[in-house]
């Protein structure tokens, strides 16, 4: 009888056994086939996603860039035991991983409520930058637009005088600053403006103070190439109106972004590139002007240009962003720069063109220059923005934000010098015929 009971027992427990195994293989079955499902549909649904909508911004390849060099190592360290680690935290933390699957399923940033509440609120994302490219000049700080609002553009129709010059007629002249008809720099309401601090020119490679031609620069520039330009031209700078603002605004050209591209052309023209340099003030020149149309101006004005310049194919929007001085600054052996922001839109469908244009003179850059480029990021229409600045008009195009607010006349004139040093690099690496006659394409890359 106890014998009988003993191999019922281990009959009954062998089978309670097995079933657990059958059980634990099915689980097991479930799991691998919904996975298969589930990476099958993903897979359909990029390729899908790709024919469909061939904007940045649902990219995964920008949620990657986000991604630290540290992320990638750990991956290969997994494999390669005696690879060396670093001293940062692991990244992959519960804190982080978690971070990463949530926002790669749904596409909200737990570290940002906003992403969440955008769903639901129209508008209320429809000028979130997403980052494309990572630079090695940080990539936590998305760039940053200020509206302008009435009183802003009021008190800056002060200082204009409502006229559309060019630096040096077509910066053919050495590009000249910009300046007043009346050869001043001082507001045409009679106020006397804060003073500014005499722009001091960085040293360049050549051994001059930066007022003397690259070697060069006689190479004939009469055919016009680039293009620079401004959609918000009275986007200034607090050291040069010698003010504290968090949203400096000026008319005067010597004092905003059209300072910057007057060092860009100037240094393009000694890079042996025929340059336009456009400074149009349509807040004083065109009549109603409004805010938001600001794209729509500046359109007006590439096409013209354009138009009158058969061989220029290359067109760069300089504007600035509106952080503060230790978001937009980067110190390379000893000296500082401000740092630049590539800026690609939405709106344009063949984006990608614009992005390998951008990526080229990014990754200059990045190799002579680490710090001063905050990476590549797409953007949609929004105040203002209309999502697709003008690029449409070129694969050639690109906005590139130059320093933020705070940012002084000499860090301006050395990212400037630089930046414009990448642009004609890619230029000629582009024009092969034409680069025996030019200038020394070396010329400025030294630091």
């Known amino acids: 009888m106890n014998r009988k009971w003993f191999q019922l027992w281990n009959i009954g427990r062998l089978r309670g056994k097995l079933l657990d ?3 634990l293989g099915r689980t097991m079955l479930l799991l691998a086939g919904g996975s298969l499902v589930f990476f ?22 920008g949620l990657a860039a986000s991604l630290s060099s540290g992320f990638f190592m750990e991956l290969l360290g997994m494999e390669v035991p005696h690879l060396p680690k670093g001293e940062e935290p692991s990244a992959f933390s519960g804190k982080n991983v978690t971070s ?9 940033d737990p570290g940002d409520p906003k992403s969440l509440l955008s769903r639901e609120v129209p508008g209320l994302a429809a000028d979130d930058p997403f980052l494309l490219r990572l630079g090695s000049g940080g990539a936590k700080d998305a760039p940053a ?28 002249s050495g590009g000249t600053e910009p300046a007043h008809s009346d050869g001043s ?16 020119i960085a040293p360049d490679s050549s051994g001059g103070n930066g007022s003397e031609s690259i070697p060069g620069s006689s190479q004939d520039t009469s055919i016009k190439r680039i293009l620079i330009y401004h959609s918000h031209p009275r986007e200034a700078y607090n050291p040069l109106l010698g003010v504290e603002s968090d949203n400096p605004s000026s008319a005067i050209p010597s004092k905003n972004v059209m300072l910057v591209g007057s060092y860009i052309a100037k240094r393009l023209e000694q890079r042996g590139i025929g340059t336009v340099h456009k400074q149009e003030d349509y807040a004083t020149k065109v009549p109603d002007y409004n805010w938001n149309f600001s794209y729509k101006y500046s359109r007006m004005t590439v096409k013209a240009v354009l138009s009158a310049n058969q061989e220029m194919n290359e067109m ?9 001085h230790g978001k937009t600054t980067a110190v390379i052996d000893g000296k500082s720069y401000a740092q630049v922001y590539f800026i690609l839109g939405h709106a344009n469908k063949d984006w990608k063109k614009n992005e390998a244009f951008a990526n080229k003179i990014h990754q200059l850059l990045e190799k002579d220059y680490p710090g001063v480029s905050r990476g590549i990021w797409g953007k949609s229409s929004g105040n203002g923005n209309n999502g697709e ?8 195009s690109v906005l590139i934000e130059v320093g933020g607010i705070d940012n002084s006349a000499d860090e301006l004139k050395r990212t400037a010098d630089i930046l414009a040093d990448a642009i004609a690099d890619v ?21």
Do not use: C
């Not at 637009?145 to 630096?167: I, R, V």
């Open 21 to 23: 195994i059958l059980s």
């Open 40 to 61: 099958m549909l993903l897979g359909a649904g990029g390729l899908a996603g790709q024919k469909l909508n061939s904007s940045p911004i649902p990219s995964m390849r």
């Open 100 to 108: 990463f699957v949530f926002r790669m399923l749904t596409s909200v």
């Open 145 to 172: 637009d200020y509206h302008p609002g009435t009183d802003e553009l009021a008190a800056g129709d002060s200082g204009g005088n409502g006229k559309g010059d060019e630096t040096g007629t077509e910066a053919g």
């Open 185 to 200: 720099d001082e507001p045409d309401g009679g106020e006397t403006a804060a003073p500014q601090p005499e722009p001091t």
């Open 316 to 324: 760069i929007d300089i504007h600035r962003d509106s952080q503060r």
């Open 389 to 396: 600045y003008n690029q449409t008009l070129s694969p050639n």
């Open 427 to 447: 230029y000629w690496s582009s024009h092969d015929a034409e680069k025996a006659a030019a200038p020394d394409a070396g010329v400025g890359t030294g630091k």
